[in-house]
């Protein structure tokens, strides 16, 4: 199985369930487990650009995502959805990951699993 992973340590509120303490859990498991290891490959992803983004959100929000970043860390509607100064490059890291994940497996015939590990 090809791998990315995008633990984004900045993206993180200790109080919050979705912390991000979830990733390396995981990936430590991983690590651990000899038949798993054999199994992964860890693979590089770049973050998605924001054309890229664009292609799913409209650009006037991608623009109010960046500037809501300069008010945090704070919570952004009633979910509660947390933000942090880094968090949207830490989405756009988890979007590249996932884009990565699925060229991958589109173009690699012979190894067509993969998984984005993000958050």
Avoid: W
Wanted: charged letters at 15%; a negative charge.
């Amino acid at each position: 199985m090809n791998l990315f992973s995008i633990p984004s340590p900045d993206h993180h509120d200790d109080d919050h369930p979705e912390n991000a303490k979830r990733i390396p859990a995981i990936l430590n498991a991983i690590t651990n487990d000899a038949t798993l290891q054999s199994l992964t490959s860890n693979l590089q992803s770049s973050p998605a650009s924001d054309d890229q983004i664009a292609l799913i959100h409209d650009p006037a929000y991608i623009h109010s995502l960046r500037d809501v970043m300069k008010r945090a860390p704070a919570y952004i509607d009633h979910a509660p959805t947390y933000v942090t100064p880094q968090s949207f490059d830490c989405a756009a890291a988890a979007a590249g990951a996932a884009i990565a994940a699925t060229s991958t497996s589109i173009s690699n015939p012979q190894s067509p699993i993969s998984f984005a590990l993000i958050r």
